[in-house]
Nanobody, 126 residues
Framework: QVPLVESGGGLLQAGGSLRLSCAASGLTLTFSSYNMGWFRQAPGKERECVAAITWRGGTTLYADSVKGRFTISRDNAKNTVYLQMNSLKPEDTAVYYC?????????????????WGQGTQVTVSS
């Protein structure tokens, strides 16, 4: 059973918006125990963290490249984390993954996330 399932990806033109969702159903602990992150990986590039949020949702972090355009949020009652992406650019094209971490502090390090989804493709055309 895949613990995290992403949805909402697609193909769109630059300047458009998408909202990604990640539903948790197979985590070891309750969803609200985990800090959650959204990562992306473009062809030939390393996986990078674009946004992360603490278990309660009170603290977030963003990559500089997406600040002011992307917003991460979560609904613990629905076991879901979201990534609202606005003003999309061609360089945002990548496979987007959500991940769950039990690390004590919010982190952008992928190695500190123990559960991953299978990813959803986002393609932004110019």
């Amino acid at each position: 059973q895949v613990p995290l399932v992403e949805s909402g990806g697609g193909l769109l033109q630059a300047g458009g918006s998408l909202r990604l969702s990640c539903a948790a159903s197979g985590l070891t602990l309750t969803f609200s125990s985990y800090n959650m992150g959204w990562f992306r990986q473009a062809p030939g590039k390393e996986r990078e963290c674009v946004a992360a949020i603490t278990w309660r949702g009170g603290t977030t972090l963003y990559a500089d490249s997406v600040k002011g355009r992307f917003t991460i949020s979560r609904d613990n009652a629905k076991n879901t984390v979201y990534l609202q992406m606005n003003s999309l650019k061609p360089e945002d094209t990548a496979v987007y993954y959500c991940a769950a971490s039990l690390w004590s502090s919010l982190t952008a390090k992928s190695t500190l996330y123990g559960h991953w989804g299978q990813g959803t493709q986002v393609t932004v055309s110019s």
